[in-house]
């Protein structure tokens, strides 16, 4: 076996010896390396973001900002990455440090390590290019920041300024130009990403590894059923800093070729479930309007880097931002075991409170969209903050409108009960139904008494209930407008 190690800034790390729970983080700062920092231990404010050199479909590197507090480093094992050191040094800046000094954008300096490295995640953006106009009126949600020079000032929502100065921050990001032809970073970006590299050892009795092969992981699960598997680990890492959590078998999931794949036919559009929500929005462009409009609620730009459809779904969580959209599109999973794969309903998937018909020695090797799609579709998040937050209540509406009249209604529910759940009743409301207000508001009230929201700090079961009655509302009054406006 290759010697376990981390390509850290071009030099080579060492990582045996290492308990097998050390994030990333804890790591670079104990070699020295500490321009990251530790703020939320949550990956919630990004002052621990690093640079990964991660692959392309087309055999190029592409580098991508990460929350180094979350990775387990050992899932580094053989990988690349840049950290606010080896961005440049006080002698030669690189241009993103450059333009944050040259703007003000560094005040205590804290969070600064973390904004130059998303900064540089989106100056590298393969596809970044100038507009005249500046912001771009196609961006999700239509408000989304995009400077004259293309820079998307989402690659940013990941990362907080305890000194709120964002304003010299963005600017610093809108006066960024293109990456020069000799930059080392933007050459290396040419070339492939470093190659997965199994990884098994043993420290202090815990154990971590990285199969080869998807048959090589599910002969682990059913040797060990009790092995937890690890994809972005957006979550898990959260269990680990915040709750002490230890695990004595990790397996890692998230480089196998046979879970990070998509495509597409006539009938189907399969997802691989450890691809990051990132790439899908990428290699979907759009054609997906439900998940073109969850992704940019979905956490942040750091977070979607690493998280996963199948961490997601895996965790059985009932406050889960996709299972509601997944379950509005009809989604299927494809559960994988040695004994072969079974294709499971999404809305029969969820047995319990993160309880789920995924057998122990089971994984989630891909998630399943039916096609066609709905015609009129929306997510709906409510939430104490419209980004980077978790779910208060989400509802995905999926539904056919033919002549005036409903056709099909699929919709989701997440945060109301004890799991992800479909609106049944509500739907049965709707289809067959006039598209009128009348027969919204009917349905809004059935939809008010749908699942069993409880109260606890994030709203109280009153407001849970009041945002689904209102969602469908406010659906039916974006359709009208969008009528409107077709008609003018």
């Not at 680990?240 to 009938?267: K, Y």
């Not at 379950?327 to 040695?338: I, K, N």
């Amino acid at each position: 076996m290759n010697d376990i190690a981390v390509n850290v800034n071009g030099n080579s790390r060492p990582l045996s010896g290492t308990p097998t729970h050390t994030t990333a983080l804890d790591w670079l700062r104990d070699t020295g390396l500490a321009g990251a920092k530790e703020g939320c231990a949550e990956g919630e404010c990004g002052a621990c973001a690093v640079l990964l050199a991660a692959p392309t479909p087309d055999g190029g590197t592409a580098w991508t900002s990460v929350n180094s507090c979350l990775v387990p480093v050992y899932a580094l094992n053989g990988q690349e990455i840049i950290t606010a050191e080896g961005l440049g040094s006080p002698e030669a800046l690189h241009p993103v440090q450059e333009k944050l000094a040259e703007a003000g954008g560094s005040q205590c300096g804290y969070c600064t390590p973390g904004f130059a490295c998303s900064m540089a995640g989106e100056y590298y953006r393969d596809g970044r290019e100038a507009t005249e106009e500046g912001a771009d009126e196609e961006c999700p949600l239509h408000d989304a920041e995009h400077g004259p020079n293309g820079f998307d000032l989402h690659a940013l929502s990941g990362n907080l300024c305890r000194c709120t100065g964002y304003r010299p921050i963005r600017d610093a990001a809108y006066t960024l130009g293109s990456p020069a032809e000799d930059d080392p970073m933007r050459q290396r970006m040419d070339q492939p990403a470093p190659a997965t590299v199994s990884t098994d050892t043993t420290v202090d009795g815990a154990r971590f590894v990285r199969p080869q092969t998807l048959a090589g992981t599910l002969q682990l699960l059913q040797d060990e059923p009790d092995a937890l598997l690890v994809a972005g680990s957006t979550d898990w890492g959260v269990e680990v800093n915040i709750r002490g959590s230890r695990a004595p078998f990790v397996v890692a999931i998230e480089q196998l070729e046979e879970l990070r794949t998509l495509t597409e036919t006539d009938d189907v559009i399969e997802i691989g479930a450890a691809l990051p929500l990132s790439e899908i929005e990428r290699r979907l462009d759009g054609r997906v309007p439900l998940l073109a409009q969850l992704f940019p609620q979905f956490a942040s730009r750091l977070i979607r880097n690493r998280g996963t459809i199948g961490g997601n779904l895996g965790t059985g969580s009932p406050i889960g931002d996709t299972p509601p959209a997944l379950l509005a599109l009809g989604a299927r999973l494809v559960l994988a075991s040695v004994r072969g794969e079974r294709e499971v309903e999404l809305s029969e998937y969820f047995t319990g409170y993160r309880q789920t018909v995924r057998a122990k020695d089971e994984l989630i090797r891909a998630i399943r969209i039916p096609l066609p799609l709905a015609t009129t579709t929306a997510f709906h998040k409510i939430a104490k903050r419209r980004f980077d937050d978790i779910s208060s209540v989400a509802i995905g509406f999926a539904l056919d409108i033919s002549g005036g009249t409903v056709t099909a209604a699929k919709i989701g529910l997440g945060g109301v009960a004890a799991t992800p759940l479909r609106a049944l009743a509500t739907e049965e409301a709707l289809i067959g139904q006039p598209w009128s207000i009348q027969t919204i508001k009917r349905a809004s009230e059935i939809l008010r008494a749908e699942g069993t929201p409880m109260s606890d700090h994030r709203a109280s079961a009153d407001y849970r209930s009041h945002m689904l009655g209102t969602s469908l509302l406010k659906l039916y009054s974006t359709t009208v407008i969008e009528s409107k406006e077709v008609s003018a």
